[in-house]
């Protein structure tokens, strides 16, 4: 890798996102059903897989619907998109047609699913806008060794059918894993064959107790280097970049290379805080505009509009059964949000 060439591609690439996307970053959030995945052999980087001899019950290591469908409506109201829902292998159509069901009801939003391989003919199409392949790698022996159970070419196949349906679709790649620069080809040909709506990079983050814990992960530099490269050679496509809490400083310059939305934050541990307000300045330091807000009080107690919202509300239609399970669960959504929301102004406080 040569650091000026990416440098200079980073700018080319920073003016192409402007004329292809405008000047705006969003902020995404993946909604997280879960802590247990039902793969017999987890992928070896993920938290899950240190959890699975842990837990002994499957249903208990699932968060409770007005628990996920609280932090549904706090994400509208502080106007970060969901970026999909999530969870680990398991769940079964009926759960996933009733969970997202709700959550686009709540939003006034279609939503992306990022579940595994799904059945097309057996999910509620009307409420999903696209699906998300976990693809983490395209360097096959990496693969390979790392999700055993996750073989590339099912992901393929399922992406491909997406399109049929008129779905849209994504993929989320790893950095960090140990590929090479060589593999930014293979991910380019990928991106073309599956004709990618998205795709969202994450740096590796090295999870306790899996082989990567004391691992390093990449540079900012080869993240650039990734992500400009696959700004310039497709221009419309939605890029999301994921950051953590001890690489905040990276959001600025993944910015500058093509990236138009940031995410993976430990989102209700520092909204309102140094970090959230860091990551804001880290955006608005590039010169875009954010959407959404990562420390506005008033808009997150809801006594406040946001401005600057990337919803779009749009018709969502649930089944009777859906929405009087709705209707069930308003109180318990409440009192969770007030939760939330409670525990964030404590932390702002200090006092958590
Ligand atoms: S399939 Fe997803 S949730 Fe399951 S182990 Fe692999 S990365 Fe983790």
Known sequence: M??????????KAYKLTTKYHGNFV??????????????????????MS???????????ARRRLESILAEAVLMKRIGWKLEFISGGYGYTPEELNRIVELVAYLQRSKQYLNVGIVDFEQLNLEVIEGIVGAVETVNEDLHRYLCPQKPLDKTKE????????????????????????????K???????LDLDRITFYSLNPQRGTIFENRSSVTTLE???WVSTVRLNFPKI???TGTWVDKLSNIGPLIMSGSNTITKFPLFRIFGRREGITVEKEIRSTGRELLGTFSDIEVLKGIKKLENTPYVDEDIVISEESMRLLESLRDAIDKKIEEYVSGILKRIEGKK
């Open 2 to 11: 040569d650091p000026l060439e990416v440098m200079e591609r980073s700018i």
């Open 238 to 240: 939605e890029i999301i």
């Open 26 to 47: 969003h902020l995404k959030r993946a909604l997280f059903l879960g802590w247990y995945c039902d793969l017999e052999e987890p992928c070896k980087f993920c938290y």
């Open 50 to 60: 240190t959890q699975k001899n842990r837990i002994k019950d499957p249903k208990s």
């Open 223 to 225: 993240y650039m280097n």
């Open 187 to 193: 991910l380019l040909d990928l991106i073309e064959e």
């Open 158 to 185: 399922m992406l491909l059918k997406a399109k049929d349906y008129n779905l849209k679709t994504g993929i989320t790649i790893i950095l960090g894993l140990g590929e090479r620069e060589e593999d930014i080809d």
